[in-house]
């Protein structure tokens, strides 16, 4: 099966792409996979790629959809795969259309974990990560057992500035210009299902396996 996930910042799409791919026996593919490849072995597209990147620009939808076109092309991916991170805009979703009809083939589904903006700021905003191990907790989700101190190391927690709620207002706003709009691309197709991505993740794998096998997944 060649699916893609979309989904807000904090639906879950690194956590649940695992357990769905795993389940269909194919690849996880995620953009940042693919650039972190082609950047450490200095590939000709990973060079151009940190070049923008280093400068603090956005690397071109070219750019960055010639690096899919490599990695699909891969055997692990002639079965089928899983796209997390990508497409991210209309555009890309239709620049992918056309590099696997290049490739003889066309997606079969395109999975959407549903949750709304209060659930996302709720799950973002909560997050701590201990300047000493790094490892991230959870106010609510993961405490430590005390306030601000890490149950690993003992190292101080902090809020990093991306889990800020005005951060995250400002990163659904973004999502909901750019990205959203894949929604009713795919709809139009026929190939969007909507899985809800509230509650315990355990529960929203089941939803998604659920609706897989209902489309032969």
């Known amino acids: 099966m060649r699916l893609v996930l979309v989904g807000p910042p904090g639906a879950g799409k690194g956590t649940q792409a695992e357990f769905i791919a795993a389940h269909l ?12 490849a082609n950047v ?24 960055t959809i010639n ?11 002639a079965e089928g795969f899983l796209l997390d991170g990508f497409p991210r805009t209309t555009p890309q979703a239709a620049a992918l259309d056309k590099l696997l009809a290049d490739l003889g083939t066309a997606l079969d589904l395109v999975m ?8 996302v700021i ?12 790094g490892k991230i907790w959870h106010v609510e989700f993961d405490a430590t057992t005390r306030e601000g101190v890490c149950d690993r190391c003992g190292a101080d927690l902090f809020q990093r500035d991306d889990d800020k709620a005005e951060t995250i207002a400002e990163r659904l706003v973004e999502y909901a210009h750019k990205t959203a709009p894949l929604v009713d ?3 139009a197709q026929g190939k969007l299902v909507g899985i809800d991505a509230t509650g315990p993740v355990e529960d929203v794998t089941v939803r998604a396996i659920d609706a897989l096998r209902s489309y032969g997944g």
């Open 25 to 36: 026996s194919v690849p996880k593919i995620s953009t940042g996979d693919i650039f972190r």
């Open 40 to 63: 450490s072995q200095g590939t000709p597209l990973g060079v151009e790629a940190k070049r923008y990147m280093d400068a603090g620009k956005l690397v071109p939808d070219e750019v």
């Open 67 to 77: 690096m899919v076109r490599g990695r699909l092309a891969e055997p692990d991916a």
């Open 112 to 119: 959407e974990l549903v949750v709304d903006d209060d659930e």
């Open 122 to 133: 709720r799950r973002l905003s909560g997050r701590r990560t201990c300047r000493g191990c």
């Open 185 to 187: 691309y795919y709809g």
